[in-house]
């Protein structure tokens, strides 16, 4: 089938409006929040159900032309990069809350619906959708399933496999079922789990019941300011081993607070080598008691500051210049390249200190915006995308902190995703065997490798990283804004 | 079969193996399917070397942990080979500041509490079978309990495995950190597949802190509308139940019984074993001590974690909704007391949750929507009114998971199991509209009848080629899971 009868047959089952060939259009698609290399989709469709989703693929799977689905395209990892001579099929006009059930807290919502629309929609009868990623203002919760997109909150609830109950899935060759469903504990294997942070190789979520979880009745939100990276690092542990689990735990360094506070003008500390943000939910009873707790840890690891967030608007205002980090750091250089690693939470002082030798060993600037509480680091690199030795040294320092991360008993990903950009780091962390484990859920799932292909798997399996590190990184990375 | 050579090959792979005596591998019986070995490796090595020797040999495996759930699914369709874990029980490592822990998969529930309760930690993890079930045992099975409502199942809690395959190769998945997202979450796809993609070997867990404290409050409701009515009301409530217990009054009089009487150490434990049909805590309890301290009614019971102040404010709260729904009776447990009932409704269904003088003989679970749970019971006891049958229900409501437990005046037998199997029928008809109902412990000649597991739901093609992708000799608990694999 050559592009035009595949555009024709495109344009038949959903409707010329629906689909999209022009190359001038296809750019937007090159690429997602990772945008080191980009390949331009052969289409881009917008089925609207999934009966739709489901004829495009059975169209694609009996031509053997490679499909990838999108959200809102935010991810970081270049998991819905267009494979070579690909179709995209974007979900974005799959946006409807098809029905919220206050009684049993739980809501079936179509793949394309915003993260934030949800808990907006839910927000007025006291709940919320749990999983609050960055980008929860833009990104879609068919794409939190496939990444199994953590954000903030989740140090104290979990990540998005723990708040959806089933999902209905059109498989590689256009069959579609449900895993799961409105019902917890379904019978048989746990197709559910297995499918979630699959990173769309398993088959194209199209709606999912996902759990409703009620606001808490009070919040106690700090910033406590330090003087060195080391004391915050130390706070962070030892608030968790006082057998305190805050909602979240944050870090923010002394690059970051520079950039953020020249965005924002939130009123942090200019000077501070680190802030954390801790908050603690709950119940009126009791907070003011595991508050003082949290400040007595920060006390002993030298916070030179305590501030408590006055009000519901100034509590928003910290989470948005939070949650819109990396945005401002766009202003520190021309390009950035943010980095998703974990190590365990006692390891914060090790990795912090690794990331800074990197920092000076490659006269690279490194901002650091993470959830400390779940060890999880997203180092910021920031670079010059125009000048080819800075961005090698960039790629290199990465993989330098991802390598400590895992020598430290972590992983090379906390919620980006394996995606494109760190199959070659898939070795670090994970035997030959465990990857076959792996491809033999693949090959059952999808025998002939059309959704998705060319994520997750190592590519050179002699040769662990030096996949990414000839990547040529020739464009400025899309700040999330 | 050459039970020499398997001896001989056995002896050489497990350091301390002797054929075991035709009593043991007696009671090492699944469903009836006597097997020809009984062998416990003190290693993952070992482990796997035996797995690896039974899949070129064509032997089967079935893996055994501590032995409470081996009648769960279908008899097997060969029964070689049992492998017990039960050497693999140790602690690896306890990280209290990453909230972490690695465990062997022998390990009982118990013993991890323990070990981990050391360091004030705990895995939030309590399903029947506590004290000899082991780690592995309640992964494979996805087993759960009241906790399950503020903390989830197994699959919220393990953060990476490291598993034997088919033919003895161990992976892993996952890892030792509380996020993570690298690889497909294989996890899953091992916790309740019942050993027949891989036999767990070690497990990294997510830990919680153990609680400063914890209280109950029991409510006696007109009856189960009003008892669901105010379970909604808690949950739609800035409550945060850590539990959420719906009981038939029976039962609850029967768990009264066993907190309620003053029996001293030892409550509610020590008889771990298979104990279906001794019914034996009712006999042992006085049930009706227990019973005089709420005034009858259906009871609907919720639990407070956390610090003392939250604690006090939430069960103040809850009464408070209990008698605007109706409540005739209210009760408070803490302490002793508290313990004790909070460990006897772990221990529901595994038998010992009876009337005196009743034998049970089958359990099950449902799995629902809350809104669904008053339904199903309600059908339940009527069904088991017409059969004469007795119907004890637990349900951890929040979740829609329901645990039957049925009984008779004797041991069931072929003459009850007609009207077994349309009580088994009706439930499972109800239930999966939405859900599951599995029929857990109970003669294999009813299972045969009605199935253990119920509907895969048009996924048993990929169900059906996970198994031979992953274990193609079928060499693992071959046909004790559902469809037949």
């Known amino acids: 089938m050559d592009k035009e009868q595949l555009v024709d047959r495109l344009v038949a089952a959903l409707g010329r409006e629906n689909v999209i060939d022009a190359p001038d259009q296809l ?23 999934a009966e739709e989703v489901a004829a495009v693929v059975r169209i694609l799977h009996e031509a ?27 979900l974005t006009k799959m946006n409807r809350i098809v029905e919220v059930d206050f009684r049993n807290q739980r809501a079936l919502v179509e793949a394309g619906v915003v993260n934030l629309h949800l808990s907006k929609e839910v927000g007025r009868q006291g709940y919320h959708f749990v999983p609050d990623p960055s980008s929860q203002y833009a990104c879609t919760i068919g794409g939190n399933i496939a990444e199994n997109s953590g954000g903030p ?35 048989g294997y746990d197709l559910r789990g297995l499918l979630i942070g699959s990173e769309g190789m398993l088959g194209i979520v199209t709606r999912a019941w996902v759990k409703l979880t009620r606001l808490p009745q009070a919040w106690r939100t700090f910033l406590v300011v330090f003087d060195r990276v080391e004391d915050a690092s130390r706070a962070v542990a030892g608030v968790v081993a006082r057998g305190i689990v805050p909602s979240a735990l944050e870090m923010i360094d002394k690059v970051a607070i520079g950039a953020i506070e020249a965005a924002y003008h939130f009123g942090f500390p200019l000077d501070a080598e680190a802030v954390l943000i801790i908050e603690l939910e709950g119940h009126e009873a009791g907070l003011d008691t595991q508050a003082e707790a949290v400040a007595a840890v920060c006390g002993e690891n030298q916070a030179r500051d305590i501030r408590t967030a006055e009000d519901k608007k100034e509590r928003a205002l910290l989470w948005t210049s939070r949650k819109r980090a990396f945005g401002a750091m766009g202003r520190l250089s021309p390009s950035y390249y943010v980095q998703d690693g974990v190590v365990p939470r006692t390891k914060i002082p090790d990795i912090m200190g690794v990331i800074q030798t990197t920092a000076e060993k490659y006269g690279l600037l490194i901002g650091n915006v993470f959830h400390a509480g779940d060890g999880n680091i997203h180092p910021c690199i920031a670079y010059d995308d125009r ?32 995606g494109y950009e760190k199959v070659d780091l898939m070795p670090l962390i994970f035997d030959e065997p465990d990857i076959q484990a792996m491809e033999t859920v693949k090959e059952v799932f999808d025998e002939r490798n059309l959704s998705n292909p060319g994520k997750m798997f190592p590519t050179n399996r002699s040769c662990i990283g030096c996949g990414t590190a000839e990547l040529k990184y020739t464009n400025r990375q899309a700040a999330l804004l | 079969m050459p039970d020499e050579a398997l001896h001989s090959r056995l002896g050489s792979l497990v350091e301390g193996y002797a054929p075991a005596s035709r009593e043991t591998l007696a009671a090492h019986a699944v469903d009836g399917v006597v097997p020809a070995a009984v062998v416990a490796p003190d290693s993952v090595e070992s482990l796997s070397a035996t797995v690896k020797m039974a899949s070129e040999q064509g032997y089967t495996v079935i893996p055994r942990g501590g032995g409470t759930k081996m009648d769960f699914g279908h008899p097997p369709s060969r029964a070689d080979i049992v492998v017990s874990l039960a050497r693999m029980n140790r602690i690896v490592s306890h990280e209290p500041a990453d909230q972490t822990a690695t465990a062997e998969a022998g390990i009982t529930m118990a013993g991890l509490q323990a070990g981990l309760g050391e360091r004030g930690q705990y895995l939030p993890l309590d399903p029947p079978h506590g004290d000899a079930g082991t780690l592995g045992g309640v992964l494979a099975t996805n087993a759960s309990g009241v906790l399950r409502t503020s903390f989830g199942t197994a699959r919220d809690m393990v953060i990476g495995v490291r598993v034997v395959q088919a033919d003895g190769t161990i992976v892993k998945s996952g890892g030792r950190v509380v996020k993570n997202v690298a690889g497909y979450d294989l996890n899953k796809l091992y916790i309740g597949s019942l050993g027949t993609l891989g036999i767990l070997a070690e497990v990294n867990l997510k830990l919680q802190p153990l609680p400063a404290a914890g209280r109950m409050i029991i409510g006696s409701m007109p009856g189960i509308s009003a008892a669901a009515e105010c379970a909604f009301r808690v949950l739609d409530s800035e409550i945060m139940p ?12 029967l768990l009264a019984g066993e907190h309620g009487a003053d029996r001293g150490n030892g409550a509610g434990s020590g008889d771990a074993q298979d104990g279906d049909a001794q019914g034996g805590g009712a006999q042992r309890g006085d049930g009706r001590r227990g019973n005089d301290r709420t005034a009858p009614g259906f009871p609907l019971i919720a639990g407070m974690f956390g610090p003392e102040e939250t604690v006090d404010w939430q069960i103040g709260e809850c009464e408070r909704l ?18 004790q009932a909070l460990e006897s409704m772990r221990a529901f269904p595994a038998g010992r949750l009876v009337p005196r003088g009743m034998q049970s003989g089958v359990t099950c679970r449902a799995s629902v929507t809350p809104d669904e749970v008053e339904a199903l019971y309600r059908l339940a006891e009527e069904r088991c009114g017409r059969l004469s049958v007795g119907c004890g229900m637990l349900s951890h409501f929040a979740s829609g998971h329901v645990a039957f437990v049925f009984y008779g005046e004797r041991p069931f037998q072929e003459a009850d199991y007609d009207g077994l199997a349309g009580l088994v029928e009706a439930l499972r008809t109800a239930s999966e509209q939405h ?8 003669p294999a000649a009813l299972k045969e009848r009605v199935g253990a597991w119920g509907s895969s739901r048009g996924n048993r093609h990929l169900m059906e ?17 559902v469809d037949g694999i």
């Open chain 2, 465 to 481: 080629m996970l198994k031979y992708r992953f274990d193609p000799k079928g060499t693992l608990n071959p046909g004790r899971f």
């Open chain 1, 153 to 187: 909150h989740t140090l104290k609830y979990g990540v998005t496999t723990n708040h959806t109950l089933g999902v209905e899935v059109v498989l590689p060759d256009g069959q579609v079922t449900w895993f799961g469903g409105k019902a917890d504990d379904a019978v």
């Open chain 2, 242 to 253: 850590s539990f959420l217990e719906l009981a038939d009054p029976v039962t609850h009089s």
């Open chain 1, 387 to 418: 000048d080819a030795e800075q961005a090698r040294k960039t790629v290199e320092a990465s993989n330098e902190i991802l390598r400590a991360c895992v020598d430290l008993g972590g992983s090379i990903t906390g919620e980006h995703g394996i």
């Open chain 1, 64 to 90: 053997g032309i490679p499909f990838v689905a999108r959200g809102a395209g935010t991810g970081l990892s270049g998991g819905s990069l267009p494979p070579d001579g690909g179709v995209m099929i974007a």
């Open chain 2, 435 to 442: 859900g599951a109902f599995v029929v857990e412990h109970a």
């Open chain 2, 322 to 339: 209990l008698r605007e729904t109706g409540a005739t009776g209210v009760t408070r447990l803490e302490g002793d007391a508290y313990r």
């Open chain 1, 27 to 49: 750019i937007v698609y090159e690429c997602d929040g990772l945008t080191i290399d980009r390949n331009a989709p052969h289409a881009v469709v917008y089925p609207t159900t």
